[in-house]
C-alpha cells in the first residue's frame, strides 16, 4: 500500500538556521508529493508540491525534489524565521486515489 | 477566489444536540472531502464527494452524516456525537483525481460536552 514516513519530532531551531525535514514514500505508479504546514489553530495549507521526479517544488524559501531514486521528498530551508514554527505533513496522492499523510512533524524556531 | 471556508469556526455540542458544520468553496472543484484531526496527529479521511455523489466512507460512524447539496457546499450533520469525537473537522476541495493537492479550510473545532 500507500504510505509516508517522516523523521521522528519535534524540531527546535534558532532563527537563521538551516532546516531539513526527512520524508520518504512508499507507493505504486508515480504519485504527486506534497508538504503542507498548519499553523497553530488553523487548517492545512498547501506549502509546496512535485508532480513528477525530479521536479523541484518551492515556496516562502522552502523547497523539495522528488528523488524517485531514493523514494524521498525532504524539505529544506537555508534560514528559518520564527514565523516558520508549525507543524509540517508530506503527503502523497497516487493517480485516482486518495491523499495520505505521514505523521506530520513540529517545528519550533526560537528567536 | 481560493478559497475554502467552513462555519463555525468553533462549536460546542452536548451528546443530545443535533448540529451541522457547512463548507463552502467557489474554485469550481467538483471533489470535495471531510477530514477528522485530532490533537497532534495527521488528518483522517471521512468522506469523499465527487461530481455531487458519495464515493467514499471510510467507515464513519452514522451519527456524522454528509451532505452535499450542490458542487459548492459540503455539510456535515452531527447526531448524537460521544465525548472522543471532540477534533478539529477541515474541509478540503480538489477537482477529482486532482495531482496538484487539495485546498483546505480553515476548520471547525468541535467539543462535544
Known amino acids: 500500500g500507500n504510505s509516508v514516513t517522516q523523521m521522528e519530532g519535534p524540531v527546535t531551531l534558532s532563527e537563521e538556521a538551516f532546516l531539513t525535514i526527512n520524508c520518504t514514500y512508499t507507493?505504486?505508479?508515480?504519485?504527486?508529493l506534497f508538504w503542507y504546514v498548519q499553523y497553530p489553530g488553523e487548517g492545512l495549507q498547501l506549502l509546496l508540491k512535485a508532480t513528477k521526479a525530479d521536479d523541484k517544488g518551492s515556496n516562502k524559501g522552502f523547497e523539495a525534489t522528488y528523488r524517485k531514486e531514493t523514494t524521498s521528498f525532504h524539505l529544506e530551508k537555508g534560514s528559518v524565521q520564527v514565523s516558520d514554527s508549525a507543524v509540517y505533513f508530506c503527503?502523497?496522492?497516487?493517480?485516482?486515489?486518495?491523499?495520505?499523510f505521514g505523521k506530520g512533524i513540529t517545528l519550533s524556531v526560537r528567536p | 477566489d481560493t478559497e475554502v471556508t467552513q462555519t463555525p469556526k468553533h462549536l460546542v455540542m452536548g451528546m443530545t444536540n443535533k448540529k451541522s458544520l457547512k463548507c463552502e468553496q467557489h474554485m469550481g472543484h467538483r471533489a470535495m472531502y471531510w477530514y477528522k484531526q485530532k490533537a497532534k496527529k495527521p488528518p483522517e479521511l471521512m468522506f469523499v464527494y465527487s461530481y455531487e455523489k458519495l464515493s467514499i466512507n471510510e467507515s464513519v460512524p452514522s451519527r456524522f452524516s454528509p451532505e452535499c447539496p450542490n458542487s459548492s457546499l459540503l455539510n456535515l450533520h452531527l447526531h448524537a456525537l460521544q465525548p472522543e469525537d471532540s477534533a478539529l473537522y477541515l474541509c478540503a476541495s480538489s477537482q477529482p483525481a486532482d495531482r496538484y493537492g487539495y485546498t483546505f479550510g480553515s476548520g471547525t473545532r468541535l467539543t462535544v460536552v
Open positions: 503527503a502523497l496522492s497516487p493517480t485516482n486515489s486518495k491523499l495520505t
Open positions: 507507493a505504486t505508479g508515480y504519485p504527486s
